[in-house]
Nanobody
């Protein structure tokens, strides 16, 4: 059974930092692209950051220069370091995993709330 379990969300003041973690099980983690999406109230889920199995990263324009995605294959964990947080970063953040083949399903975590106060 595949599980993606996020942790590290919470309430932080504008300009502060948080680090999200996502521990994966049930997949061959090292060959999966992993990443983070977020969904704010009344908005669609959007890409935040992705890291490929080869550690190539991609970020949305809104978080470039402030957020860093990384992975530790030995721990089957992907991280999202979020600095200089803004109120508009407030959302539920979801961990994402996708295998290398088109037939592989996409896996999602349960989400963790990040709230940035002004």
């Amino acid at each position: 059974q595949v599980q993606l379990v996020e942790s590290g969300g919470g309430l932080v003041q504008s300009g502060g930092s948080l680090r999200l973690s996502c521990a994966a099980s049930g997949i061959i983690f090292s060959i999966y692209a992993m990443g983070w999406y977020r969904q704010a109230p009344g908005k669609q889920r959007e890409l935040v950051a992705i890291i490929s199995s080869g550690r190539i990263t991609n970020y949305s324009d809104s978080v470039k220069g402030r957020f860093t995605v990384s992975r530790d294959n030995a721990k089957n964990t992907v991280y999202l370091q979020m600095n200089s947080l803004k109120p508009e970063d407030t959302a539920v953040y979801y961990c994402y995993g996708k295998g290398p083949f088109t037939t592989n399903p996409t896996y999602w975590g349960q989400g963790t709330q990040v709230t940035v106060s002004s």
